[in-house]
């Protein structure tokens, strides 16, 4: 017996945060392609769990930018604010499984302990976005968490890496790239499952999402590779199904940097109104880096 090939289900989730722009476009069209290829599903998702950054005006602009480009999606749109009730439910069966902890740590808190710990450079563990939580909180006695919970004290969970890593065994995941990549689940340190202000984080809700859609090819940027081996501790945690990866290259301006707010004139809004085609949008998103295209 063979095994039956499920579908290919691709998706590309932007954040609404400010408009469309070229990395958007690049990386959405990834993913409508390796869905096309795989005569697959291609699946749009509304990353908005963030109140302070993300704004309604901006998913119906984002919308409206990728439509006018030519891109079509399934309805209906999983919007993530939605769907607290889904993270909620998934951060209880880590909480469960005794893998998680409460963490009371201001930024400021933070910060002050990787400081005083910056004496002794061996105590700070860097990870590929900076010093990783020093894990304060970590050794808090649980009727003393209990305690400061009751009292309403603001806290995050985060995951203890260490004790779920030591439930799961080692881990591999697949990358279309760069094929069999054996999973560094601590490379992030003891992520937030659940921030302060909001009972989530990008890391538990993506990875319940693309879970629950159904998604079988994650592409995204290779800006969030290390992101794929953390992801892949939660799915064995919450003994959900390993999609197939393909992180992408970025789009880069013609000084081979990453494009970012500061190359405004690649938001498609002043593209549109300087009288671009949608032809010529998707011509500079497919495929722009040094050298290839140079300023006058
Ligand atoms: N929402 C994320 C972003 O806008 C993308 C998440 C993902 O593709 O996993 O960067």
Redesign the pocket.
């Known amino acids: 017996m063979t095994e039956p090939v499920l579908p290919v289900i691709t998706r590309f ?3 609404p945060t400010g408009f469309l722009h070229l990395g958007h476009v690049h990386s959405c069209l990834f993913a409508v392609n390796a869905a096309k290829q795989a005569g697959g599903r291609f699946l749009l998702r509304i ?1 908005d769990i963030d109140p302070n950054r993300c704004r309604p005006e901006y998913e119906v602009m984002l919308k409206e930018d990728l439509a006018w480009i030519g891109f079509r999606w399934e309805e209906p749109v999983r919007r993530q604010s939605d769907h607290m009730d889904d993270y909620a439910a998934a951060l209880d069966r880590l909480a469960a499984l005794g893998v998680t902890y409460p963490c009371f740590c201001s930024r400021k808190d933070i910060a002050d302990e990787i400081a005083r710990a910056g004496n002794a450079p061996h105590l700070v563990a860097m990870g590929p976005e900076g010093p990783l939580y020093p894990g304060i909180c970590r050794h808090v006695l649980p009727d003393v968490a209990a305690a400061r919970m009751a009292a309403g004290e603001p806290h995050a969970i985060r995951l203890n890496v260490a004790q779920a890593a030591a439930l799961t065994g080692p881990l591999v995941w697949h990358d279309r790239g760069r094929g069999t990549v054996p999973a560094d689940t601590g490379l992030l340190g003891d992520i937030v499952l659940a921030r302060r202000d909001v009972r989530t984080s ?1 890391h538990l809700s ?1 990875t319940v999402d693309d879970a629950i859609q159904d998604v079988s090819l ?1 592409t ?1 940027g290779v800006d ?1 590779f290390h ?1 794929t081996h953390v992801h892949r501790l939660l799915q064995a945690l919450l003994s959900l199904p390993v999609p197939d990866y393909h992180h992408h290259d970025l789009l880069l301006n013609n000084r081979g940097e990453r494009l970012s707010k500061r190359d405004g004139a690649t938001g498609i809004r002043i593209l549109r109104e300087q009288g671009a085609t949608a032809e010529e949008v998707l011509l500079c998103a497919r495929g722009w880096q040094p050298g290839k295209l140079e300023t006058p």
């Open positions: 989730a932007p954040s990353e990008y993506v994650v995204r969030l992101a």
